[in-house]
């Protein structure tokens, strides 16, 4: 299976807005590919999760909390606009959705909102 930053990203606005007590459901994407995500973004450490796999099945996690790493993850892209400008950007640049990348540029594009009060003319 193929790590999906768009599932990433939906995994973690879910949980993130989430009041507590709700399965984590997310539209499109089947129960396998969610628990293989919150595996890998437990890997990362985005979230803390939980191996509910049984034998002879996909990997399935279930998520448990968001992590502070997570917290500041979903800062960077949060805005549907700046995540689509994220992802090209990413993609013109690395011919990939790079988890590293799309984190260092969006530091910036914050930096460059908080300093200059508009997104940076790469963004563009």
């Known amino acids: 299976m193929q790590r999906d930053m768009d599932l990433v990203r939906k995994i973690l606005l879910a949980m ?14 089947t129960k396998v590919q969610i628990g293989f995500h919150v595996a890998i973004m437990a890997q990362a450490g985005l979230l803390r999760g939980i191996d509910i796999t049984n034998h002879g ?26 995540w689509n400008k994220l992802k090209k950007l990413s993609l013109e640049k690395t011919g990939g959705l790079g988890y590293e990348f799309i984190k260092a540029i969006g530091t910036r594009v914050i930096t460059d909102v908080v300093t200059t009060g508009k997104l940076p003319g790469f963004l563009d």
Do not use: C, M, V
Not at 16 to 29: R, T
Not at 65 to 73: A, K, M, P, Q, R
């Open 16 to 29: 993130n807005d989430d009041e507590g007590g709700s399965p984590l459901e997310i539209e499109g994407y």
């Open 57 to 82: 099945h996909p990997q399935n996690w279930l998520p448990i909390d968001i992590t502070w790493e997570g917290y500041e993850f979903i800062a960077k892209i949060r805005d549907e606009s700046i």
